[in-house]
């Protein structure tokens, strides 16, 4: 993915790097459920998730920072619709071949299936990335 290596799982999500890195979240039992102060937040040293919702409802959200020029890889996404809004940087996003400017403001829905690839430009991007919850994985048999 970039020059520290495949972080590997889905990068869009990054839901699987929050247990791995310092990142702000709303698991405490005394957090307030209606409203999270997000302004005080920073880039960390790695890119990734910032801060991530609390899991447990309907819906998964994390805010994602990528460093100046990283990429999130060609992927595609078979399971949710992801909703990107932009909140500080730029970059670009690049979705079923169509291309996208990333700056504040901008918000993109990323349909089901679509492939997409994100690049960060040369101060970096941070989105919010907001999707359905997914189903945990489940073992069956052949």
């Known amino acids: 993915m970039n020059d520290d290596g495949d972080l590997g799982g889905e990068p869009a999500c990054w839901a699987h ?10 698991d405490e039992p ?8 997000l302004a005080g937040l920073s880039e960390s040293g790695r890119s990734g998730a910032i801060w ?3 899991h447990g409802g309907d ?7 990528l460093r100046p020029d990283d990429t999130i890889d060609e992927h595609v996404n ?3 619709d992801v909703l ?11 979705s079923d071949g169509r291309s ?9 829905q990323i349909e089901r299936g679509a492939r997409r690839r994100v690049v960060a ?5 941070t989105y919010l990335s907001v999707h359905r919850r997914r189903d945990g994985l489940t073992i069956t048999r052949r």
């Open 59 to 65: 819906l998964d959200a994390n805010v994602v920072w």
């Open 121 to 125: 430009g040369t101060d970096g991007v």
């Open 78 to 80: 078979d399971d949710v």
């Open 30 to 37: 005394d957090a307030d459920p209606l409203g999270v102060d």
């Open 100 to 108: 996208v400017a990333l700056r504040p403001g901008v918000v993109v």
């Open 84 to 94: 990107l809004v932009v909140w500080s940087g730029e970059g670009e996003l690049t």
């Open 52 to 54: 991530s919702l609390r």
């Open 17 to 26: 790097l929050v247990d791995q890195w310092d990142v702000d979240t709303v």
